[in-house]
């Protein structure tokens, strides 16, 4: 069974650090682009980083470049996202989903399939 | 960056109607648009990928289509289950970004 699993969500104060881990099972780690995809309450989806299959490229949304860190150990199989200098700002969910590429029609497309039950962080004094 | 403008933002149905939803880009994104749905404290659930194309073990019922900047899910039946959030995606080009939601509930 393909399944993704986050965790190290939690209460942290404002200007604080935390890191999440998402480990992943059921399929080849190695051959996947992972992403970092984050929910506030009661709020819309937004994309917070991704990386490639060796780690050898990332990319992030302005709002947390400087900040965040994607990273991931293939041995291990599993992705990372070092949070730091957190704000109230990056209360959310954050999902790890796997990013699919694929030939279709004739392009390369991609989407988000599986994703994670999602990992809950509270930037709170 | 490109904007993904969803609507309507609420949509009341009742089972066994036709559902449409709309998503629009700010500028061309040629196919590259997906489609999920979410259900209340779950993760979101992939239902088609390249404007058009239908996730393994998704219902028919759903389809997608659209190209440029103008793409449209469609529900042919609401079911029971299908209440819940759509949300489009753009995969274009970074930072991808999503639309903001249309909520399906009961009428």
């Known amino acids: 069974e393909v399944q993704l699993v986050e965790s190290g969500g939690g209460l942290v104060q404002p200007g604080g650090s935390l890191r999440l881990s998402c480990a992943a099972s059921?399929?080849?780690?190695?051959?996947?682009?992972m992403t970092w995809v984050r929910q506030a309450p009661g709020k819309g989806l937004e994309w917070v980083a991704n990386?490639?299959?060796?780690?050898?490229?990332?990319y992030y949304v302005d709002s947390v470049k400087g900040r965040f860190t994607i990273s991931r150990d293939n041995a291990k199989n599993s992705m990372y996202l070092q949070m730091n200098s957190l704000r109230a700002e990056d209360t959310a969910v954050y999902y790890c989903?796997?990013?699919?590429?694929?030939?279709?029609?004739?392009?390369?497309?991609?989407?988000?399939?599986?994703w994670g039950q999602g990992t809950l962080v509270t930037v709170s004094s | 960056d490109i904007q993904m403008t969803q609507s309507p933002s609420s949509l009341p149905a009742s089972v066994g109607d036709r559902v449409t939803i709309s998503c629009r880009a700010s500028q061309t994104i040629s196919g590259y648009l997906n489609w999920y749905q979410q259900k209340p404290g779950k993760a979101p659930h992939l239902l088609i990928y390249a404007a058009s194309s239908l996730q393994s073990g998704v219902p028919s019922r759903f389809s997608g289509s659209g190209s440029g900047t103008d793409f449209t899910l469609t529900i042919s039946s609401l079911q029971p289950e299908d209440f819940a959030t759509y949300y489009c995606?753009?995969?274009?080009?970074?930072?991808?970004?999503f639309g903001g939601g249309t909520k399906v509930d009961i009428k």
């Open positions: 989903a796997s990013a699919v590429y694929a030939m279709v029609r004739g392009v390369i497309v991609n989407w988000f399939d599986p």
């Open positions: 990386i490639k299959q060796d780690g050898s490229e990332k």
């Open positions: 059921g399929f080849t780690f190695s051959r996947y682009w």
């Open positions: 995606q753009q995969s274009y080009i970074t930072p991808l970004t």
